[in-house]
Structures are given as C-alpha cells and as structure tokens.
C-alpha cells in the first residue's frame, strides 16, 4: 500500500476483525471475492475490467490471496493506453460514452489499483500504470473544463487520486483547492445550500455524490476531514439529509429534470459510509433494509447502526426552488397513505434542466398520482429530445404548444440560479398547508402564479396565467391507470399540433363544455411494478369556465410498450385560472 487512497493498515485489520466475528461482513466479502473473479473472464483489458481488478486489489490487500494478483497484472500490462480502460479521448458532449466523464469516473479506482497493489506489482508495471495509463489520463481531465457540472466532479475526484497516488501536489491541489474547478467550490457551491445538486435532479445529485464521497474519503486519509466541512450542519451531511426530506412516504424519490425512478433503499451503499461518519440513525433506518453486503459496509460499516425513523415535514427548498407539501407528518409520514405534493418553482439546471417551471408531483394512499417521467430512453434517443424533456410532459402549463424559455446556463451554477421562481406565500405548519409561487419569465408577456392547498388530505390547486394578448393555455396532468370522465361522454378526436410533443400522445378524445367536470384516474397497477391494482382512484375536479376544452388520452412512459394517462385543459384566452381539486378514494 502506497498512499492509502481506500483505506488505511489500521482500517484494515478491522476490516478483517469484522469478517472474522460478523456473517453480515462475510457476505460482503464474498460478495467482493465473486466481483475479483471477473478478471479471470478474458486476457484482454475492457471497460468491465477495471472493476474486477479493483476488486481484486481490494480482496488481495485485506486477505493476501495473491490468486488474482498475476492476472490483474497481465491485464494492466495489456493496456497500451488509458483508453483501453475508460473509453476513447473524445471530450464531445454528445459522443456519450465516449468522454473525459468516463475519465473522471474510473481513473480513481486505477489509482486505488496502484495505491492497494504497490508493494506487489513489479517496478515496470508501476512505471507502465503510472507513465502510460495515469498521467495520459490527468492530460486529458485537464483539457475539458465543464467548470460546476457534474463531469468536472468526476474530472476533480480523478485528478486528486492521481495527484496522491503520483505524489505530484500541482496536482492534487488543483483538484482539491482551484476556485473555479475544484472540488471544495463543488461541494459549498455545486451543491447548493439546501444540499441538492444545482442541476435539480436526484439522479445527478447521487451520480456527483459518488464521486465527492470518494474525493473525501481519499483525502481523510491525508488528514483532511471534509465530512466535517461546513457551519452548522456539514456540506455533505446536508446531501444526505435532502433526498429523506424531500421523499415520498413510500420511500421514492422526485423525478425531476434529467432523473430515473429510484427510492432511498437504492443508495444503501452511500448510507453506510454517511452513517459511519454522522451516526445518525436517520441513515441507519435507511439501512434497515439493506443485507449489508456492499462494497462500502465491508470498508467503513459500523459493527452496530441503530435506527430511527426521521421526522418528516413540510419544506421548502431555498435555493433548489422546491416545495414539499404532506398532510402526515413526523415519524408517521413513512409508509402513510397521507398525501404530498411536490411543487417545482427553481431555476432549470442547466443541460440536464426541463422546462417544467411550476410542475408538480402527487402522492397519495400509497401510489404516485401524478408524476415526471424524467429521462427513460437516454439522451441519444429522439424521444428524450421531442418529448420527455419538453414541457408538455410535465404537469403544469403549456402556453401556445410552446416550451418555457430556457436558457443554458454554460455549466455556471450562479447563472442559472439568476433565472428562478419568486415564492410569495409559503405556510408550512397548521391543518393547511399552502405555497404560491410566481414565474415571470417561462413566456413573454404571461405571468405564471400557481397556489397549492394542502387541508385534511385534499389538495386544490389554482394555477393562474395573466398576459395583455390571447394564448392558448393547456393544463396538462400525467397520471397512472386508466383515464375517464365521471359524468360526461369524451368523443375521440385527434390533437390538431403535430409537434412540441403533442405528436406522442395517442387514442385521444375530447369534450367541450363550459361546467365543471370531475375526471378519475384509476390505478392500473403500473408504472410503478405493483401491477396488481390497488383499487384506489384519484378524483380530479376541475371548475368550469367558458372556451373550455378537455382533452384526455395516453402518453409515453418509462415502461416500453405501457402508456400513462393524461388530461389536458384547454382555453383560449388572455387570461384565466384553473381551479381543480384532487381527492383520493
């Protein structure tokens, strides 16, 4: 061991206290001993070998089983450059796959390789990682500045693991200490102070986590505590609070912007490592469900993690621009049937930002009501482009068959929070809950305000659009099940737009009518892998008024082959607003 990027001697020997005293911390050495095996699946280095050697080095430094160690050599010597390992050179955004993010991401476990096998490997295979694979791949990290976004996270964890493992300081403090690229300026400004990830989505915010996890135990091992970092409540502490605080009672996360469906029982891993550095038994009721066989519950879990659930309230998000409705509250909140809503109201974020000002999500008896699809086909699909990512796909208001304005914010943090929504009413505590927010700039000339009340486990919702010119307004919701109107008769009629998204949606009908109409979405059992339905149905009222039309019908989801329901409200006006009321039965 050189440096003692992962671990230290000392952590070591109680690595291998645990294994020998622990069944939970046996599995998970086993667990690492079957990933190790895989360097044995070929003699020719590919992008799935880099794991297996890691594993490999890892297994050998805590058991001196030196079985794999010949073979993890070959197959580094084998690497004629880093390319091999990490991907091609191309530093294109839209070459995916193919990029520095590649880079950033794998480079520190190479230099983990080095640092575990040090003592082991020979001279010229050092020099060969070193010289060949390492320092090629700090060049090339270092010609792609991506300044706060999540790849210059990857680009600054992988230049502070080679920095340490080459000793080379220019280096490694670059990666640490740099105003503009390093990853202090990440971890107090990429991430903002409500400790979500600046580019709005969980899934960036784990995937950029990661990394600072990593740049941060690394750097414990030089006798820097960045876990610690922080007034009052430390940065990274604060990521760790933000995805219980703002989770459905079932456990699920938002999905908003650039995100996938994921639940806290998904980052069990991370929990291990924030629990073994806060103690917090919020993080160990994470892990309640977790067979601890990790990567990171072998290293750094506790030999006893105790558990409680959090108190979980009504929020806003500052700076995210989030707000979190929930008639249950406190202890009682997981696993309740109370409802929450989330109320999108921040600044876009950037390149994995939506144009989905105003947007809501909806929880209620169990199931997610009405939601955000994220990003289900990837960004090299055509569907991303011309529908997941427009605004029609969200949940709040189209205006003339238009996207939001949206402005790229250039991978600069403090630009992007420069166009936000304005909160001007926010009540949190009491029987009722409620938020107004305000945006005046997602079209020009139409000022967007939406008030959501949260009273005895009914929500109304009251979305305003008030401009001098006549718009055409379409209130779009995206729910689950099957669609129908309670009391009225849709006739099937075709969606005159042919883009902006409206393309995607099929088996459309529509209804005019000036009166009020309740529509009821009833759970089909999808899209959430239940597919047993619950029964339950979500009553969406929604108030009369003139030049109303009502359009339902299906769109797609992140489940090939399934399509999720919508209801769309359409008025032709210069200024209205919606009035529903959503119930649960």
């Known amino acids: 061991m050189l440096a003692g990027l992962l671990f230290n001697s000392g952590e070591r020997d109680r690595i291998r206290e645990k294994i020998e005293n622990h069944a939970w911390a046996r599995n998970a050495a086993r667990c690492l001993k079957r990933q190790a095996d895989e360097v044995f699946a070929s003699d020719r280095p590919t992008r799935a070998s880099l794991g297996a050697i890691e594993s490999a080095a890892i297994h050998f430094s805590i058991t001196e089983d030196d079985q794999h160690l010949k073979q993890s050599e070959l197959l580094l010597n084998a690497c004629k450059d880093f390319s091999e390992l990490f991907g091609t050179v191309s530093a294109s955004t839209f070459d995916f796959g193919c990029n520095s993010l590649y880079t950033g991401h794998r480079l520190p476990h190479l230099c983990i390789v080095l640092d575990l096998l040090w003592d082991a490997l020979s001279e010229s295979t050092r020099d060969h990682v070193a010289d060949n694979l390492i320092r090629p791949a700090v060049d090339h990290l270092r010609s792609n500045d991506r300044r706060d976004s999540n790849w210059q996270t990857a ?23 740099d105003p503009d690229h390093g990853l202090i300026r990440h971890m107090t400004c990429s991430f903002l102070s409500d400790g979500l990830h600046w580019e709005g989505s969980f899934g960036y915010h784990w995937g950029t986590l990661r990394n600072l996890l990593l740049a941060a135990e690394i750097v414990r091992h030089t006798g820097l505590d960045l876990f610690s970092e922080g007034e009052e409540t430390p940065h990274i502490k604060r990521m760790f609070d933000v995805p219980i605080q703002m ?26 490592l924030a629990y073994a550095r806060y103690r917090d038994p919020a993080y160990g009721w994470v892990l309640r469900n977790s067979d601890r066989t990790s990567l990171y519950a072998l290293l750094y879990g506790e030999l006893e993690v105790k558990s409680e659930p959090p108190d979980s309230h009504s929020l806003t998000l500052g700076q995210t621009g989030w707000t979190s409705l929930k008639h249950v509250e406190g202890k009682a909140y997981w696993d309740s049937e109370g409802m929450a809503v989330i109320l999108d109201h921040g600044p876009h974020g950037d390149w994995h930002g939506h144009p989905d000002k105003l947007g809501i999500e909806l929880f209620a008896k169990g199931l997610k009501w009405i939601q955000n699809e994220g990003s289900p086909v990837g960004y090299h699909g055509q569907q991303h482009w011309e529908y997941f990512r427009k605004t029609l ?51 020009q000339g139409v000022t967007y305000t939406r008030t959501l009340s949260l009273k005895s486990g009914l929500l109304t919702d009251a979305f305003d659009l008030t401009s001098s010119e006549e718009h055409t307004y379409d209130y779009v919701l995206h729910g689950r099940g099957f669609l129908e109107a309670v009391d009225a008769e849709m006739e099937p009629a075709r969606l005159p737009q042919t883009r902006g998204g409206y393309e995607y949606f099929t088996n459309t009908s529509r209804l005019k009518s000036g009166e009020r109409q309740v529509f009821e979405f009833q759970d089909g059992g999808w899209p959430d892998g239940r597919f047993v339905p619950t029964g339950s149905k979500l009553l969406v ?4 008024a003139r030049n109303t039309e009502f359009w339902t019908g299906y769109a797609p989801s992140r489940l090939s082959g399934v399509r999720m329901p919508f209801l769309l409200v359409r008025r032709c006006v210069e200024s209205t607003t919606f009035h529903l009321t959503f119930d649960v039965e």
């Open 393 to 443: 796909a969200h949940n709040s208001v189209v205006v003339d068959f238009e996207d939001q304005h949206f402005v790229r914010a250039g991978d600069d943090v403090f630009t992007d929070l420069e166009h936000t929504g304005k909160v001007t009413e926010c009540v949190l505590t009491g029987e009722e809950k409620r938020v107004t927010a305000e945006v005046d700039w997602a079209y």
């Open 247 to 272: 989770a459905f009672p079932d456990g699920s996360l938002p999905i908003n912007n650039d995100a996938g469906h994921t639940t806290l029982d998904h980052f069990h891993q991370e929990y291990e």
């Open 155 to 177: 680009h600054s964890t992988g230049l502070l693991a080679a920095g340490l493992v080459l000793a080379d300081e220019k280096v490694s403090d670059f990666a640490l200490n």
């Open 541 to 544: 009222d929604v108030e009369g």
